[in-house]
Nanobody
Framework: VQLVESGGGLVQPGGSLRLSCAASGFTFSRYGMSWYRQAPGKERELVAAIANVGDFTNYADSVKGRFTISRDNAKNTVYLQMNSLKPEDTAVYYC????????WGQGTQVTVSS
C-alpha cells in the first residue's frame, strides 16, 4: 500500500489549494478514504472523509463550507479542495486509507500566511 500526497504549499489567507493523494497497492474503490491534518504542538485531527464510492462525505465543523473531498476511482486518487483558507488551516495534511489496518501517506505541508 502506498499513499502519496501532493499539492501543498504557501498560500495567502483567502486563497485556495487542491491536495491530491495518489493510491496504489490495493483496490482503491473498496475503501473509504480520509484527510487528516496536524498542526505543530497539536494532535492529528480528521478533516474530511469519503466513502468508497463517494456517496457519503463527512467534514470537521471547522472546514464545512470551505473544503470539499472527492475521489476519482478510475485514477485511484482522492482530492481535497480547500477554499477560503485561514491561518489556522496551517498544518501537515495526510491522507489515510480506512479498513482493518490504517495506512497513511507521508503528508504535505500547507501554510496559510500573508
Amino acid at each position: 500500500v502506498q499513499l502519496v500526497e501532493s499539492g501543498g504549499g504557501l498560500v495567502q489567507p483567502g486563497g485556495s489549494l487542491r491536495l491530491s493523494c495518489a493510491a496504489s497497492g490495493f483496490t482503491f474503490s473498496r475503501y473509504g478514504m480520509s484527510w487528516y491534518r496536524q498542526a505543530p504542538g497539536k494532535e492529528r485531527e480528521l478533516v474530511a472523509a469519503i466513502a468508497n464510492v463517494g456517496d457519503f462525505t463527512n467534514y470537521a465543523d471547522s472546514v464545512k463550507g470551505r473544503f470539499t473531498i472527492s475521489r476519482d476511482n478510475a485514477k485511484n486518487t482522492v482530492y481535497l479542495q480547500m477554499n477560503s483558507l485561514k491561518p489556522e488551516d496551517t498544518a501537515v495534511y495526510y491522507c489515510k486509507r480506512s479498513g482493518t489496518q490504517n495506512y497513511w501517506g507521508q503528508g504535505t505541508q500547507v501554510t496559510v500566511s500573508s
